[in-house]
């Protein structure tokens, strides 16, 4: 167990619903990532907050919109669904390894799978 | 072009080979440097990373990055089938961004 913890673990709907996940952080990370993993895209960073506020933007589309609550949890919201959006959807938390460098090591949850019709 | 390329494999090895797991990058900006294990069905985990050049070694995995070239290699000693999983590489030029490859699949057999 990661620590990082991301709800649900397998969604099907259909095309044009709306949908939300969720992902709780490691205890103490205030940084949360959502990526997004297809087969032939790999894995593509959508975006992060830290303690509540959007730090970074990726390759996120208008129909997707996410946020970070006080507690720090967070939550991915994907309208008007269409088929290209099944994929794997993982959150990651951070926290800092090495201070002398700076670098924001990422910690995974296990993933939300979903599945559009 | 994508900031890192990787070869999708699947890569097969024998057990105990040494595996050459490697990565191409196009931006000489990026610093940080990261190597993930993904078992199928799980999320990725962190195997080692690395900040700008030079090698780093943990047991069996030795990590080297060429900035000259855009480099990233991931060496695996003594391999073993719990070895098997995909594997991801990822660069950044800070701690708030980083892009991954597409990750190789790595299956070594008993």
């Known amino acids: 167990d990661s620590g990082v913890t991301q709800t649900p673990k397998h969604l099907i709907t259909a095309t044009g619903q709306r949908v939300t996940l969720r992902c709780s952080p490691r205890s103490g990370d205030l940084s949360v990532y959502w990526y997004q993993q297809s087969l032939d895209q790999g894995l593509q960073f959508l975006i992060q907050y830290y303690n509540g506020e959007e730090r970074a933007k990726g390759n996120i589309l208008e129909r997707f919109s996410a946020q970070q609550f006080p507690d720090l949890h967070s939550e991915l919201n994907l309208s008007s669904l269409e088929l290209g959006d099944s994929a794997l959807y993982f959150c990651a938390s951070s926290h800092t390894e090495d201070r002398a460098s700076g670098a924001n090591v990422l910690t995974f949850g296990a993933g939300s799978r979903l599945t559009v019709l | 072009q994508k900031e890192v390329e990787q070869d999708p494999g699947p890569l097969s090895v024998p057990e105990g080979a040494i595996v050459s797991l490697n990565c191409t990058y196009s931006n000489s900006a990026f610093q940080y440097f990261m190597w993930y294990r993904q078992y199928s069905r799980k999320g990725p985990e962190l195997l080692m990373y690395?900040?700008?050049?030079g090698n780093k070694e943990d047991g069996r995995f030795t990590a080297q990055v060429d900035k000259s070239s855009k480099y990233i290699s991931l060496f695996i000693r003594d391999s073993q089938p719990s070895d098997s999983a995909t594997y991801l590489c990822a660069g950044g030029w800070n701690f708030n961004k980083f892009y991954f490859g597409s990750g190789t699949k790595l299956n070594v057999k008993p």
């Open positions: 690395t900040y700008s050049s």
